[in-house]
């Protein structure tokens, strides 16, 4: 329910690029018809065909409060490294009652391996999920003891009864001399912001366009490519940005102000060097929390990072100086989290690489378009559309004199953002219909002294939304919605080429009370549909569909190896 204050009622009384590699993968979910436990189409991380040492970080953590639980973590002595591949799992779950959509974040040396929500209970369900990150980049981190720490803040008291429960594990996966094992970056850093008082937020916290979460760091001479991990969560205000319209028809369409556009920017020494889209999330307790009983939204319990490639700038990262690096968000209107995670690859056959920018065409930020096309009645009904629309192309090239000679780094990209919203507002109803995408178009050439390679990505965020609240003479409330939301990424280079969908689709009708408590839901009908292909041969499907918040199909690909 977007309505803002409407939403907040029905919340608060209710309740690295990507892997393409699927093979081998390990069932995690128990698929079964009739259920209302929460269930996802996702795979889970692909494997190799070896035993691996399995490193318990937290084990049977409850969460009740706001404080911050820690653990330590010692490398695993059986499996020294290096290795194949490294995989986070966890485990949660949710005891029945009420509970809100609380956000998860695990922490290793301030580097976050995992960031999502939780799925929200019922008085007869205890929901329980798994989850897995393959975070094989991060070995560096993994090399040596850390400190940790689990964000994970939930209220128990009378009203507010689910406690929350989580596990949480590494396994490691052991390499040998016959393994072509990926090359892994050298140095894995985190971003983080100052709380101002001598610590750090965790996560950062961007309530306007100017917050930043920024580090100030002098890095090794020989760094050769470098890449940002980037997750952007929005919050309180920002939760459904979606569906915001500009501040002077904001309490007149009864909505958020500040647009409907956010989008992520880092930047370099106060100079923009990169730009990550935001995905329209949706948690578990939003819009309507029948429409993610048993299927969440896309990524709603595991959101995937964007990765931005800063490898232009690797030559001026190498020169012995500090370097401010830091993460935005266009448009934050209270608020957004983050984290960002600094990924460096160095030059093994040298202390010292040397380089520079040669082109850098980002600017100083988009610049949306807003048409407004509204009328007021005598009768003060209010109808028509806001549109807006953002579409920028960039440039960004650098090289690095290194050990293996010179390698230049060309990156062009377009990014492309609409958002069409249609209102319908009367005295006894009000209707909100949101027709939205984000698109990222980019090429990379890469070129050395064996000629250029060029590698072309495109993420694709396709977002529809619609609901109307009928309000009835003795105070109750009826809302209709459906909603569909798309995670689509397509890669293609001369050494790998793959292609992911992932699309969840929901519809349902909410009752509520004059008070927007909700009394009850019927015809809802909900599904999932997960496909994956790469060119080694990987292949992954799943579908998966609920009616009556009970899940009532699932395709038998769903948790089971892929196809060679």
Not at 249 to 273: H, K, M, N, W, Y
Not at 500 to 505: A, G, L, S
């Amino acid at each position: 329910m977007f309505h803002s204050a409407a939403v907040r009622r029905v919340k608060n009384l209710a309740l690295l690029g990507i892997v393409f590699l699927i093979a081998h993968i390990v069932a995690a979910q128990n698929f079964q018809i009739g259920s209302s436990n929460t269930v996802t189409a996702d795979p889970p991380v692909s494997r190799p065909h070896v035993k691996p040492c399995v490193v318990t970080l937290f084990s049977g953590l409850q969460f009740v409060d706001f404080s911050v639980p820690t653990y330590q973590y010692q490398p695993p002595s059986a499996c020294p490294g290096p290795w194949q591949k490294v995989v986070f799992t966890a485990d949660f779950s949710v005891t029945a009652g009420r509970q809100f959509d609380r956000t998860a974040i695990v922490d290793m040396g301030f580097v976050n391996l995992y960031f999502g929500t939780t799925a929200e209970p019922r008085a007869s369900l205890a929901p329980s999920w798994h989850v897995e990150r393959d975070v094989t980049d991060y070995s560096a981190l993994f090399a040596s003891p850390q400190s940790g720490s689990v964000i994970l803040g939930n209220i128990v008291n009378s009203t507010y009864t689910g406690i929350i429960s989580g596990s949480a594990s590494l396994e490691f996966y052991p390499g040998s001399e016959h393994d072509s094992a990926q090359r892994v970056p050298d140095a894995v850093l985190p971003l983080r912001q100052s709380n101002g008082s001598g610590g750090f937020n965790e996560p950062a916290f961007l309530a306007t366009s100017t917050d930043q979460l920024a580090s100030t760091l002098t890095l090794p001479g020989n760094v050769e490519k470098a890449y940002l991990d980037v997750i952007t969560q929005s919050q309180i205000g920002d939760e459904f940005w979606y569906s915001c319209v500009p501040n002077d028809v904001a309490t007149e369409l009864q909505s958020c102000g500040g647009t409907a556009f956010r989008e992520a920017e880092v930047s370099i020494d106060g100079q923009p060097a990169g730009v990550a889209p935001v995905y329209p999330w949706i948690y578990t307790g939003g819009v309507d929390p029948f429409f993610w009983e048993p299927i969440p939204g896309v990524q709603a319990l595991n959101f995937v990072p964007y990765r931005v490639n800063l490898t232009p700038f690797a030559g001026v990262l190498s020169n012995g100086l500090p370097h401010t690096i830091a993460l935005s968000v266009f448009n934050a209107n209270n608020y957004f989290s983050a984290t960002a995670t600094l990924l460096l690859f160095l030059d093994h056959g040298a202390t010292q690489v040397t380089g520079a920018v040669t082109k850098n065409t980002i600017g100083s930020g988009p610049t949306p378009s807003i048409q407004q096309n509204l009328t007021t009645d005598s009768s003060g009904n209010v109808s028509g559309n806001v549109t807006t629309n953002s579409v920028r192309s960039f440039r960004v090239a650098g090289y690095v004199n290194t050990s293996h000679g010179r390698v230049g780094t060309d990156i062009r990209q377009q990014v492309s953002f609409g958002n069409l919203q249609t209102f319908n507002i009367t005295a006894t109803t009000y209707t909100q219909d949101i027709t939205q995408n984000t698109q990222l178009n980019s090429t990379v050439i890469t070129s050395n002294r064996e000629g250029p390679a060029v590698a072309r990505e495109t993420f694709t965020y396709p977002l529809t939304l619609n609901y109307t609240l009928t309000f009835n003479a003795d105070g109750s409330i009826i809302q209709n919605g459906q909603v569909s939301q798309e995670f689509d990424h397509d890669f293609a280079a001369p050494w790998f080429a793959g292609v992911v969908r992932n699309k969840v689709k929901s519809v349902d009708t909410l009752d509520l009370d004059s008070s927007f408590h909700i009394t009850g839901n019927s015809g809802q009908q909900s599904s999932q549909s997960y496909s994956a292909l790469d060119s080694q041969g990987g292949e992954y499907n799943c579908t998966l569909k609920a009616r009556n918040n009970a899940l009532s199909f699932a395709s038998e690909g769903c948790g089971s190896p892929a196809d060679h």
